[in-house]
């Protein structure tokens, strides 16, 4: 993302914490200028509207999530970084999801395909299966695609069912299936 201004990064930030803590929908430009402490017409000066901000916001979540993520893999051999994503993810979720995945929730709130927020979301999820398919095929194994799938299922699965508290450490659960999947996918 391009560097902003003062106003423009108080905006965002305000924005993010907002949106993802209360939904998009439920949050008015008129809030996020007050909390930001800009005007209205500020916010439409460095935004354009509120969907543009929302897709910011989106695609500065997912920077952030990629940055963390590949980080903490790579710490990892080749042959583990797969199931290490789901050791990232669990202080992920613990650190900044606590209402689960920011993605399905905006995607929940933004059904209009032609929302600008959108295609980020189909980024972000498409961009961490090519990741996983990346990581299964260092890790050597047979097939793949099939297993980046399995992977990305639980990945997402283990995020929702973070934020709605119905599974006990649905993050932990994921990795342990994971590494079933794993395990099965290298005989």
């Known amino acids: 993302m391009e560097a902003l201004t003062p106003a423009a990064r108080r905006v965002l930030d305000t924005a993010?914490?907002?949106?993802?803590?209360?939904?998009?929908?439920?949050v008015g430009v008129d809030l996020i200028a007050k909390r930001a402490g800009v005007t209205?017409?500020?916010l439409y000066d460095r935004f354009g509207s509120k969907e543009t901000l929302v897709a910011a916001y989106l695609r500065e979540r997912d920077e952030r999530w990629r940055?963390?993520?590949t980080a903490e893999v790579e710490k990892s051999p080749p042959a583990d970084r797969a199931l290490a994503t789901f050791d990232a993810l669990a202080?992920?979720?613990?650190?900044e999801n606590p209402r689960g995945c920011?993605?399905?929730?905006?995607?929940?709130?933004?059904?209009?395909?032609?929302?600008?927020?959108?295609?980020?979301?189909?980024d972000q999820k498409h961009w961490l299966r090519g990741y996983l398919w990346?990581?299964?095929?260092?890790?050597?194994v047979a097939a793949p695609d099939e297993l980046a799938d399995e992977l990305l299922l639980l990945h997402e699965g283990a995020t929702v069912l973070n934020g709605l508290s119905v599974v006990t450490d649905p993050v932990g659960i994921a990795?342990?299936?994971a590494q079933r999947a794993l395990e099965r996918a290298r005989t």
């Not at 399905?104 to 929302?115: I, K, S, T």
């Not at 990346?134 to 050597?140: I, S």
């Open 67 to 69: 940055a963390w993520l």
């Open 134 to 140: 990346e990581l299964c095929e260092q890790a050597g």
């Open 175 to 177: 990795r342990r299936l």
């Open 16 to 26: 993010a914490e907002l949106f993802y803590g209360q939904g998009i929908n439920a």
């Open 91 to 95: 202080e992920w979720v613990r650190r």
């Open 102 to 122: 920011g993605f399905v929730n905006a995607a929940a709130e933004l059904p209009d395909a032609g929302h600008p927020a959108r295609q980020v979301i189909a």
């Open 40 to 42: 209205k017409k500020t």
